[in-house]
Structures are given as structure tokens and as C-alpha cells.
Nanobody, 120 residues
């Protein structure tokens, strides 16, 4: 059974940093892609970034690229999202997703989400 679990969400002050982690179990990462999404209160879920098992990275929102960095560790089936210079508008539930390719519309497995709250 495949499970996707996020961690690392917290309450942080504006300007602070967090590192989110996402670990997949029940499969080997070869042939998969892991993505980060987020959903702010009252807004639709949006795709942030994706990393493939080969290490290719994609950022769906170029405006975030300078503050958010995606990385992965295939040996641990784990992906990370480094969040820097956080702003109150970054407050959202951050979700990890697994698919056979990077996509904002196709997801095979979702994690349960981790809450990031940025105070002003």
C-alpha cells in the first residue's frame, strides 16, 4: 500500500524559513515524480514545484522560484521543499503528491497535508 506523508509544517514569523519533507512508502521512487501543492483558505489548490526520480526539477510558479527550493533523496524516497523569506500569504496547507510524471492536474497519490502558518 502506497503512503505519502508530509511533515515540517509550523507556525513561523514573516521572513522565516521552513523545510517541508515528504516521504513515500510502499514503492521505490524510480519512475515517479513528486510534487508540492498548497491550498490557502478560500483559494484553490495550486501546484508549486515538482521533482522527478532523475532529479529534474520544475517550478510551476516562477515567482516562487527564488524563495522555494525543491530537492530530493531517492535513497530515502523523500522530497523536500525549502521555504525561505516566508510571507503571510504563504499561509496554507502544503500537500505532497505522487504521479508517474510532473503534472498539476494528474495525481495518483496525495498526502494528508501539513499546515504552514506565517504570522506578520
Amino acid at each position: 500500500q502506497v503512503q505519502v506523508v508530509e511533515s515540517g509544517g509550523a507556525l513561523v514569523q514573516a521572513g522565516g524559513s521552513l523545510r517541508l519533507s515528504c516521504t513515500a512508502s510502499g514503492l521505490t521512487f524510480d519512475g515517479w515524480a513528486m510534487s508540492w501543492f498548497r491550498q490557502a483558505p478560500g483559494k484553490e489548490r495550486e501546484g508549486l514545484s515538482c521533482i522527478t526520480w532523475r532529479g529534474d526539477t520544475y517550478y510551476y510558479d516562477d515567482s516562487l522560484k527564488g524563495r522555494f527550493t525543491i530537492s530530493g533523496d531517492n535513497a530515502k524516497n523523500t522530497m523536500y521543499l525549502q521555504l525561505n523569506s516566508l510571507k503571510p500569504e504563504d499561509t496554507a496547507i502544503y500537500y505532497c503528491a505522487l504521479n508517474t510524471y510532473c503534472s498539476t492536474t494528474r495525481v495518483k497519490y496525495w498526502g494528508q497535508g501539513t499546515q504552514v502558518t506565517v504570522s506578520s
